[in-house]
């Protein structure tokens, strides 16, 4: 699948199914791929996902969670967004905290997991190496966060954007899907709060385990994001 090409009419479903078939991005396709084939240890039981990870969520979310790149034992393993991996622990337990998630873990792609008027996506659909997609693969990666954004619109109201390199790729994005987004582009900033037209959008410090083993990213701190952005998208 090309993410150039335009979508036909219809639904999230129907470009999830696009993006899982994309293999626009060589390095990255070698890469996820390798990393289904050899495995870690832990989980040698495991049949990889291995394909570009689509986001998760309802479609007439109210707010949109913006992260970086799938992990490679994360969700390129279980083919769900922060699924898998200490990151996602994080995130779905401050989550379950502040009642978006109908649970606090994220194990596997059919744990019974539901998220309450909120969908999950990234810029980068695809594991890269070390975590570090380049440039050029975020840019080829954009056309399917325009696509879902475009999607999204007649419901979304609030999005959190987590981490500097995901404020990056997400503010050209939110601009070519249609929104009007100040210039020069507000800097990322923990806490920060955007105003675009019809949609607040908010910076967040990514749930890394940099982030949240040295403390710069505290349960608490990422709670306060969640529950200002979800005041703003009208799900409190």
């Known amino acids: 699948m090309d993410p150039h090409e335009p979508l036909d009419p219809g639904s999230l479903p129907a470009l999830d199914r696009r ?22 240890a832990a989980f040698a039981d495991w049949t990889y996902w291995g394909r ?10 109210r707010l949109l969670i913006v ?3 799938p992990a490679a034992h994360g969700g390129n393993r ?20 502040v009642g978006l998630a109908s649970q ?4 596997s792609a059919d744990d019974g997991l539901a998220l309450h008027g909120v969908r999950i996506t990234s810029p980068v659909h695809c594991a890269p190496p ?4 380049t440039p050029r693969e975020r ?3 954009r056309p399917w966060l325009v696509q879902e954004l475009r999607l999204l619109r007649p419901t979304v109201r609030a999005a959190v954007v987590l981490g500097a390199f995901g404020w990056q790729a997400a503010l050209p994005a939110f601009a070519e899907a249609g929104w009007a987004v100040p210039r020069p582009r507000p800097a990322f900033a923990h806490g920060a709060r955007v105003p675009l037209d019809g949609l ?13 083993f040295t403390g710069r990213l505290t349960p608490e701190m990422l709670r306060e994001v969640l529950r200002t952005a979800a005041t703003a998208a009208g799900l409190n």
């Open 130 to 133: 070390a975590n570090k997609p």
């Open 78 to 97: 279980t083919g769900r967004m922060f699924t898998g991996d200490r990151s996602g622990d994080v995130l779905y337990q401050a989550l379950y905290d």
């Open 19 to 40: 993006i899982a078939g994309c293999r626009a991005c060589p390095r990255l396709v070698e890469w996820r791929e390798e990393v289904a084939r050899t495995k870690r």
């Open 104 to 107: 606090p873990t994220s194990v």
């Open 139 to 141: 840019d080829t990666c």
């Open 52 to 61: 570009p990870v689509p986001g998760f969520g309802p479609a007439d979310a």
């Open 67 to 69: 992260g970086l790149a």
């Open 200 to 212: 607040d959008l908010f910076g967040c410090f990514h749930v890394s385990q940099r982030n949240t």
